[in-house]
């Protein structure tokens, strides 16, 4: 049995994003239905809007609505350091644990020379480029700590040691709260290559 064209094409079109199945999508599209028509209105001008609106950083390449984005002209951030992530999302996850302090450059993506993606595929060219005219002095490289995101930093590294700047990296190891038990071998290596001075 089917359902009315246009209650299939809204079902077909949201089985199209992450973790919606059919069953799900018929619930949401019988939800829509029953709501009041301002809601409905509201929702498809945010989707059109997502698109319209939103578009990339001239500087450091986040998703914004105001180009440059609102971080990258926030006066109290340090504008020697700059804080390079691999996506908009783990900007975000750095950003809410040290609010306000640094200025960031988001690669979108990773080397991964497997998948075909390589350091022209993400924008490294354009990182040392603003390395040299904003005369940075340090680069924090918080790619995730797995092989794409380390090929990453260690390229990122080459690429930048001629700028004679401070290159960091971030540390990895046991989780805080974490118990050592459940860590497995190679964070508890990382973590010991990583030891501090109490
Ligand atoms: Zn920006």
């Keep these: 049995m089917y359902y009315p064209e246009p209650i299939e094409r809204l079902v077909e079109n949201l089985t199209r994003l992450p973790g919606i199945g059919r069953k799900t999508a018929t619930r949401l599209v019988f939800f829509l239905l029953n709501t009041k028509d301002s809601y409905t209105s509201e ?3 945010s989707l059109l809007d997502i698109k319209e609106k939103i578009r990339l950083c001239s500087v450091c390449f986040n998703i914004t609505d105001v180009d440059p984005c ?3 002209t926030d006066e109290r951030r340090d504008t020697s350091i700059i804080c390079v992530v691999e996506e908009s999302s783990h900007m975000m996850v750095v950003e ?3 609010p306000g302090i640094y200025r960031y450059h988001i690669l979108h993506g990773v080397i991964n020379p ?5 350091p022209d595929e993400v924008r490294i060219k354009e ?3 603003r390395i040299v005219r904003e005369r940075i002095g340090e680069v924090i490289i918080a790619t995730n700590p797995n092989i794409e995101g ?3 930093a260690h390229y990122i590294g080459e690429i930048l040691k001629p700028l004679d700047i401070r290159i960091t990296r971030i540390a990895s190891g046991i989780p805080i709260g974490g118990d050592i038990v459940y860590v497995d071998p190679l964070t508890i290596k990382s973590s010991l290559e990583n ?3 109490l």
């Design 195 to 197: 030891r501090k001075t």
């Design 43 to 45: 929702l498809s001008k």
């Design 114 to 118: 497997i998948e075909g993606i390589g």
């Design 127 to 129: 990182l040392k480029e």
């Design 150 to 152: 380390n090929t990453t």
């Design 96 to 98: 809410s644990a040290n």
């Design 70 to 72: 609102r971080i990258c």
